[in-house]
């Protein structure tokens, strides 16, 4: 999809490495030279090894990292500091476990200022989009953990980021709230299709839900080594789209690639 408003790509991210200082002199890399961009109103999953960086790219993209070399662009502009554009959603849940559904959904506005009369209403709003209207009132610890992340995914979208990162959103729950929690996704994604970086270790789950696969290779020094178009037409079904041959071919393809990059990662951290 072209860029909206005549804006540049919304992530442009060209030569990034990110290097930690271990102890005395020693650096230690964890990505080298990494480029990617994910176009306005575009679906990016970006799958590799356990520890190759997915996730300090999506820091980067967040403007929680400085690169140490190359650089970040946002619809065109330099990032500097955190991304204003962005909305991150963790693996692990966000809540305030004092504070109700609605109150953690409203807080995304409160905390920017909005009268918190308007930040509730337009949390129970966002909480009737993602089927949990009835459970306005609960606690996090009364919630099932499919519930939780519909909870944290109102509280990112209520901000209307242009840009969402998602870390392994749905990596604790079991197979079948995944699938749901997926098509949920897809559903308020195509509504104004946000720019989505999507990081997991799951190569089925990136396949169905994305427009393009990016893989990268072991760490450390971990590079973009693939790029793959997902030609599957939208709107998607995520147990449906598993059955397309279309679909078959392409984990075909990919896996040939990324099944060696596993396999290193695995002998390098021991299969943690």
């Known amino acids: 999809m072209p860029a909206r408003e ?28 990494a480029s990617l961009t994910v176009e306005d109103g575009e679906f990016v999953a970006i799958v590799g090894p356990t520890g190759c960086g997915k996730s300090t790219l999506l820091n980067v993209a967040a403007g929680l990292l400085t690169p140490s070399a190359g650089s970040a662009e946002i619809f065109g502009a330099p990032l500097a500091g955190l991304n204003p554009d962005a909305g991150y959603l963790f693996q692990a849940d966000a809540l305030f476990p004092w ?32 089927g949990l209207a009835p459970f306005a009132g609960r606690y996090p610890h009364m919630l099932s953990g499919g519930q939780r992340k519909r909870v944290g995914l109102a509280q990112v979208l209520i901000r209307d980021p242009k ?51 990016v893989i990268m290779s072991a760490g450390p020094a971990a590079r973009i080594i693939g790029d793959w178009r997902v030609p599957l037409p939208r709107p ?6 598993k059955l397309d ?13 990324l099944k060696d990059e596993v ?4 002998a390098r951290t021991g299969g943690g």
């Not at 609605?102 to 509730?120: H, M, P, T, Y």
């Open 245 to 257: 041959e279309a679909f078959h071919v392409l984990h075909r393809d990919i896996w040939a690639k």
């Open 263 to 266: 396999l290193k990662g695995y």
């Open 236 to 241: 998607r079904d995520i147990g449906e789209v």
């Open 163 to 213: 840009i969402l990162l998602m870390d392994e959103p749905f990596g604790p729950l079991d197979a079948q709230t995944r699938q749901i929690m997926g098509n949920l996704l897809l559903e308020l994604w195509s509504a104004d299709r946000k720019a989505v970086m999507f990081v997991t270790h799951d190569l089925e789950e990136a396949i169905a839900l994305s427009d393009r696969v």
């Open 6 to 33: 005549g804006r540049g790509a919304a992530v442009a991210l060209r030569d990034v490495t990110i290097s930690f200082r271990l102890g005395g002199t020693a650096d230690f890399t964890a990505v080298e030279a």
């Open 99 to 130: 504070k109700t559904a609605v109150e953690n959904v409203a807080i995304g506005l409160e905390v920017v200022g909005v009268a918190s009369a308007e930040a509730r209403a337009r949390a129970k709003e966002w909480l009737g989009r993602v």
